[in-house]
């Protein structure tokens, strides 16, 4: 096997954690504030970036209303690709440095505000996207200084982009979807309004909720931060420290509420209890990844998202055929699990349980299991597909997908395990297909 990261005893390496969390405005109503905040950060001319289905919606309404209510002027940015790629960000990155803007607002989904935070990057310090991207695809150049201000507005309980530094994107040049990761990044203010979800199809929650669970079950069962050896400098800390007590008790609260109500805001948009508590388990889950990290199912879900592109996912059939972020990563995650569970079984059956599994009786060595199953349950009774191969992958793409996910090192490094591309193309197989 190879050891793609070194661990540590405890009581050998890291004995310090940081909690570097975004400030977070939550609640019905919140968005309305929008004008105030953005005046309050100093903005004046703001680029607002926005899917255009969601500047048609009741929440781009009251978004436009609060900024021009408090006189501020408004360039819209209406062109974010879905799942955004290289072109998309260096497009973004245009607009903002001809608009003569000094703030940004960022309102949709994960890859809405992913993109503001591009735009906001190649247009303060420009360079290739590339120079920024995270080593060892891109040069890992790190962010000069201060970005603009930046309020992340979400309409999908899912990515948790709200409160992290870190955005993801399909790299055309290498064809590699990968990102850029920095505490810069991080927007200076979330305003999350849970009322912007209410009008979502059942197929896009399912895929953003998907993610919130896989976001907290990764940082719940990730590498502890004690396993890593001491930075030099306290400035070398890595953005992703492991889990952590802090970021343990997010994580395991997000468990909890999508276990409890991800099925019900799927299968009833009327439902309006649970779209607002997936709505704050995606806060708390990004509060959590973006400080704790997540590991093997996002390592693999970048290849899933990026090889092939012939799936028409319920809820985004408007869109050109892609998998989902959400999708691409919960899709892995029971063989993974399995993958993962030996290293700390522990950690994964509290998971289940914060899931609604029962269980008492079970064997350490049934924890990947038990973890594995319950992820399957949820993901039939919300109608996901029943594996890779439902999305149009073979075993001829194994090889291909394993290669792929094992160049995404930021994420695999923080797994409770090492693991090799011949482990990635093991847990590729295993996930052609779960029923």
């Known amino acids: 096997m190879s050891a793609n990261t070194t661990y540590l005893a405890p009581g050998e390496g890291e004995t310090v954690f940081t909690v570097s969390a975004s400030p977070i405005k939550f609640g019905v109503g919140a968005l309305g504030e929008l004008g105030a905040d953005a005046q309050a950060l100093g903005m004046k001319r703001v680029a607002l970036f926005v899917d255009p289905h969601v500047l048609a919606s009741a929440p781009g309404d009251t978004a436009l209303r609060a900024l021009r209510g408090a006189g501020v002027d408004v360039a819209i940015y209406d062109q974010a690709r879905c799942e955004p790629n290289s072109d998309s960000f260096e497009a973004a990155a245009a607009f903002a440095r001809d608009g003569s803007c000094d703030g940004f607002v960022s309102l949709g989904g994960g890859s809405v505000m992913d993109t503001a935070k591009a735009a906001n990057l190649l247009s303060t310090y420009p360079d290739e996207l590339i120079a ?144 607002h508590q997936l709505m704050f388990a995606s806060t708390l889950a990004g509060l959590a990844f973006g400080s704790a990290g997540v590991h093997i199912p996002h390592a693999m879900s970048y290849s899933v998202a990026t090889l092939r592109h012939e799936f028409v996912a319920s809820g985004y059939e408007e869109r050109d055929p892609m998998v989902p972020h959400g999708i691409a990563v919960v899709i892995n995650a029971p063989a993974a699990f399995r993958f993962t569970a030996a290293a700390n079984p522990a950690r994964h059956l509290e998971a289940a349980a914060a899931l609604g599994v029962d269980v008492r009786g079970a064997a350490p060595e049934d924890a990947g299991e038990v973890l594995a199953q319950a992820f399957i349950k949820l993901m039939r009774e919300t109608g996901l597909p029943s594996g890779i191969a439902a999305l149009g992958y073979r075993e001829s793409d194994l090889p291909a997908l394993a290669e792929g996910a094992y160049a995404q090192q930021r994420p695999l490094v923080m797994a409770p395990r090492s693991v090799s591309r011949q482990d990635l193309e093991g847990l590729y197989r295993n996930a052609l297909r779960y029923w």
């Open 132 to 275: 920024y991207v995270n080593a060892p695809i891109g040069r890992a150049k790190p962010i000069p200084g201060r970005l603009k201000p930046h309020i992340a507005c979400p309409t999908t309980c899912g990515t948790g982009s709200e409160t992290t530094g870190i955005t993801i994107v399909d790299l055309k040049s290498v064809g590699l979807k990968t990102g850029i990761a920095s505490p810069l990044l991080k927007p200076s203010l979330a305003i999350v309004d849970p009322t912007a979800t209410e009008t979502l199809p059942g197929g896009v929650v399912a895929a953003s909720g998907f993610d919130v669970l896989t976001h907290a079950v990764e940082s719940y069962t990730a590498r502890p931060y004690t396993s890593r050896p001491k930075p030099a400098q306290p400035s070398q800390r890595p953005p992703y420290q492991g889990s952590t007590p802090y970021n343990d008790i997010g994580s395991i609260a997000a468990i909890r509420l999508g276990g409890r109500y991800l099925v019900r805001a799927v299968r009833d948009a009327g439902d309006r209890e649970a779209r």
